[in-house]
């Protein structure tokens, strides 16, 4: 694999974050590169976050709903990561936990969206 010229890691979170990377990234058949995600703490100590992430999909529908550049800008993003192979759609009955935050701006040319 190649290297990356980077910055020196300062903070102890970096180093770890970095020894989680180095540990736990593969590349499958496809080529794709998968990592663990650098939880800061014991993960189950989130506890069940189903409910919060129902709630703020619903607060994203409603603000969806009353800008429809937003929606447009939502639509365009998601439909690219789609079309590239980033994401791909799940059959509802094995989706056990969803949460979405949007960022960005409708005043900039991109619009950023994380999938938590």
């Known amino acids: 694999m190649g290297e990356v010229n980077a910055p020196p890691i300062v903070s102890?979170?970096?180093?770890?974050?970095?020894e989680i990377y180095v540990r736990t990234i593969v590349r499958d058949r496809d080529g794709r590169y998968s990592v663990a995600l650098p939880f800061k703490g014991d993960v189950l100590s989130l506890g069940d976050s189903r409910q919060m992430a129902e709630k703020r999909f619903y607060s994203l529908e409603r603000r969806m709903l009353a800008s429809p550049q937003l929606?447009?800008?939502y639509d365009f993003v998601i439909n690219?990561?789609?079309?590239?192979?980033?994401?791909?759609?799940?059959?509802?009955?094995?989706?056990?936990?969803?949460?979405?935050?949007?960022?960005?701006?409708l005043g900039r040319t991109n619009l950023h969206v994380s999938y938590v």
Do not use: F, N, Q
């Open 71 to 73: 929606k447009e800008a």
């Open 80 to 105: 690219e990561y789609i079309r590239e192979g980033y994401i791909s759609l799940v059959a509802s009955k094995l989706v056990r936990r969803i949460s979405y935050h949007i960022t960005g701006s």
């Open 12 to 18: 102890p979170d970096d180093r770890v974050c970095e």
